[in-house]
């Protein structure tokens, strides 16, 4: 890109006054992951910086989505591992809780983790954190009015927008006189149970209506899952979806997969949901009912509009993360094309060094390595591609495949139920991408993803020392798999001829 066309593509679209100097080099709108991170790079590169937030800091993440979901996990599992304790030589006894307990241990958590998204912390850091709502006013200015001080208006280089996303409530008839919960509202609503709900609806089978299905079972609520599609997880495998299916039932969750819901019904105290099945009608009775139908990008309220900034699903963005004008960024569950906290802070990463540096050198954002988990029992972590996308795509590839139930610390575990499964390329040690169902699947999955990103094959994987008896041998072992698949067959065949003439001599 020459220099005239890097001065031209800099001048945001429209007839705007541009200020003659700036309050500040950036101003990030959304103290969620991606917008803490991006405030955070300003701030350590000595760049002025603004973080603008009208809710809680740590986003949905910390306050309605990874951490009191993974605390809810850890309850729901260790009540579940008490029911089944013969598996480890000990008798099996039914738990005794306080609903209202757990509830409080997961607020618990979510105060302990809270201070690494502080406002204080990162005022430490060298960040102007505001609370108020900001409007995108022009290219380079933001007018933020809250409940501290009276509305101002900031003049800035370069913004980040970082809104996040929220859940997505589908237009149910009925649903709002029924009454529903999200995976943000549960925390606050169910806190005040002394009991999980006795019968509850889940409508959505992703990640997060299977997580949470599967540990209200293991709590005591009888659950049903519905889901329109014919299976849940559908993006994943079909065999890897099959055994979500059957952790989900062994849980006690009742699934009802292929089912449309029609409406939702309140007569006197009871509620119920009509759900359709090859035009068979089904009510269900219900004391709460959890949409997890998944989520939407937050678009509106902040400026878009007026800026004429596209909407598509998502933010619009160029391959740098720049929006309709060069100097407004997107990163997140707002730019998409993941919704994980993950990716938003790495999206952050580029969002930021190209807002602040873009005029020196521009970095395409990379996506070619994203891992990501659903967090049932068993776990499922994958990634790059599994077997689907690959057909999908046309691309060739090879299946090399380990059973867990053949790994040492599985046994030891009694946790043996899943594999590994690694996609490479047809006659070379490649990966393209693995899938992970097991135990601590998650922590198991990062040598992949640092194998994919830095082009290690799995003969360096067979190579490295894995410590025994550990589950990260399922990796060496898928690895040394796939050696034995293609194990140099001719010279195998002189190194037996070599060994018997030496057994002669």
């Not at 809270?114 to 912390?121: A, F, L, N, Q, V």
């Not at 997060?208 to 079972?217: D, N, R, T, V």
């Not at 009608?281 to 400026?303: H, K, M, N, Q, V």
């Not at 689907?388 to 009694?414: C, G, H």
Request: some cysteine.
């Amino acid at each position: 890109m020459s220099i005239f066309q890097r001065l031209f593509e800099s001048r945001p679209h429209g007839n705007w006054q541009k200020p003659r100097t700036f309050d500040r080099n950036l101003i990030v709108i959304g103290a969620g992951a991606a917008g803490l991170v991006s405030a955070y790079i300003a701030a350590t590169v000595k760049a002025r910086v603004s973080l603008v937030e009208s809710g809680q800091m740590g986003g949905d993440c910390l306050n309605y989505g990874c951490v009191p979901s993974k605390a809810l996990i850890k309850s729901a599992s260790i009540a579940y591992q008490m029911r089944h304790a013969d598996r480890y030589g000990l008798s099996p006894v039914a738990p005794q809780f306080s609903f209202r307990t757990i509830m409080q241990r997961i607020e618990t958590i979510i105060a302990r983790i809270e201070p690494h998204d502080s406002p204080e912390r990162y005022r430490a850091l060298g960040v102007d954190v505001i609370r108020g709502h900001a409007r995108i006013i022009d290219p380079w200015r933001v007018e933020i009015t809250g409940p501290e001080q009276a509305p101002r208006t900031l003049t800035t280089r370069s913004i980040i927008i970082a809104a996040g996303a929220r859940p997505f409530v589908p237009d149910l008839p009925g649903l709002e006189d029924g009454g529903y919960v999200t995976s943000n509202t549960l925390w606050h609503d169910f806190a005040r149970l002394d009991q999980p709900p006795p019968r509850l609806v889940v409508l959505g089978g992703g990640p997060i209506g299977c997580e949470l299905a599967q540990s209200f079972a293991r709590l005591g609520s009888h659950v049903t899952l519905v889901e329109v599609l014919p299976r849940v997880l559908i993006r994943e495998d079909p065999e890897v979806a099959d055994m979500a299916r059957q952790a989900l039932l062994d849980s006690g969750v009742e699934l009802l997969t292929s089912h449309r819901p029609l409406r939702c019904e309140r007569r006197g105290e009871h509620r119920q949901i009509i759900v359709e099945n090859a035009s068979e009608e089904t009510i269900i009775e219900f004391d709460a009912l959890l949409c997890a139908t998944g989520r939407s990008p937050r678009l509106t309220g902040y400026g878009l509009e007026e800026l004429g900034i596209k909407t598509e699903h998502t933010i619009v963005t160029d391959n740098y993360l720049r929006t309709l004008h060069p100097n407004i960024f997107a990163a997140g569950d707002v730019a998409g094309p993941y919704q994980f906290t993950h990716v938003a802070a790495h999206q952050a990463w580029y969002a930021t060094v190209n807002a602040l540096f873009g005029n020196l050198k521009l970095f395409r954002v990379d996506y070619s390595v994203i891992p990501w988990t659903t967090f049932i029992d068993p776990e499922i972590a994958r990634v790059g591609m599994n077997e689907q996308d690959a057909a999908a795509q046309d691309i060739p590839y090879e299946v090399t495949r380990y059973e867990l139930s053949e790994l040492d610390r599985a046994i030891t575990d009694s946790s043996t139920q899943g594999f590994v499964k690694v996609l490479t390329v047809p006659g070379r040690d490649r990966i393209l991408g693995a899938t992970i169902v097991g135990s601590h699947a998650c922590d198991l999955l990062p040598e992949f993803v640092l194998a994919m990103k830095h082009g290690i094959g799995l003969n360096k994987i067979l190579a490295t020392i894995h410590t025994y008896p550990t589950l990260s041998e399922a990796s060496k072992y898928a690895a040394g798999q796939w050696k034995r698949a293609h194990a140099p067959r001719r010279l195998l065949a002189l190194a037996q001829r070599y060994h018997a003439w030496r057994r002669q001599r």
